[in-house]
């Protein structure tokens, strides 16, 4: 088979050089530059951008650990508030319950003061034979067992006793009590 040459004819097989010219069309060079500076900016992506990117990563990582740690350190300042507060709570609890204890005794000695002293008030008792006096009472229209034993000086209870009536039943006008006045 034979070499074609410039002037289209065919030279029998010889070692002469292969020369053949490569023409390319704007769109394919227009095409070739594209992918090369596609190449080229992916190339500065990766070695320089990549770094920097990672850099900014960094400051955003640094800034959200910083917010954090502020937010620790207001939440540990509240906590501690809270703390004092509640020791100052209890302790305000514990004098509140020594002063209760400290009146439930003073109620207690005084209770017992005043069941182991004599009234002053009370009068003399009488001799038996005197107190033992019954006195007859004719009820009278508007009379009840309070007003009559405040006339006499005694209990609604022992006067309803000594009657054998119902301390809250009312009295009829006419009817007779006996009274044993102190």
């Not at 095409?31 to 090369?36: A, K, Q, S, T």
């Amino acid at each position: 088979m034979g070499i074609i040459s410039e002037n289209n004819t065919t030279e029998p097989d010889s070692p002469a050089p292969f020369k053949q010219r490569f023409t390319l069309s704007t769109l394919e060079m227009i095409f070739g530059v594209l992918i090369l500076l596609g190449l080229v900016y992916m190339g500065y992506f990766i070695l320089f951008q990549d770094s920097s990117g990672t850099h900014q990563l960094d400051k955003k990582l640094k800034s959200v650990e910083n917010y954090f740690k502020e937010h620790d350190e207001k939440i540990d300042k509240k906590f501690k508030a809270l703390q004092d507060n509640w020791a100052q709570l209890e302790l305000r609890l514990k004098k509140i319950e020594e002063r209760q204890t400290q009146t439930e005794n003073n109620y207690r000695e005084l209770s017992t003061r005043i069941t182991k002293t004599p009234k002053a008030t009370a009068e003399p008792k009488k001799p038996a034979a005197a107190s033992k006096e019954k006195i007859e009472y004719k009820v009278k229209k508007g009379d009840n067992l309070a007003s009559i034993a405040k006339k006499y000086k005694v209990t609604r209870e022992d006067l309803a006793k000594w009657n054998k009536i119902d301390k809250n039943k009312p009295l009829q006008a006419g009817e007779v009590l006996i009274v044993i006045p102190r």
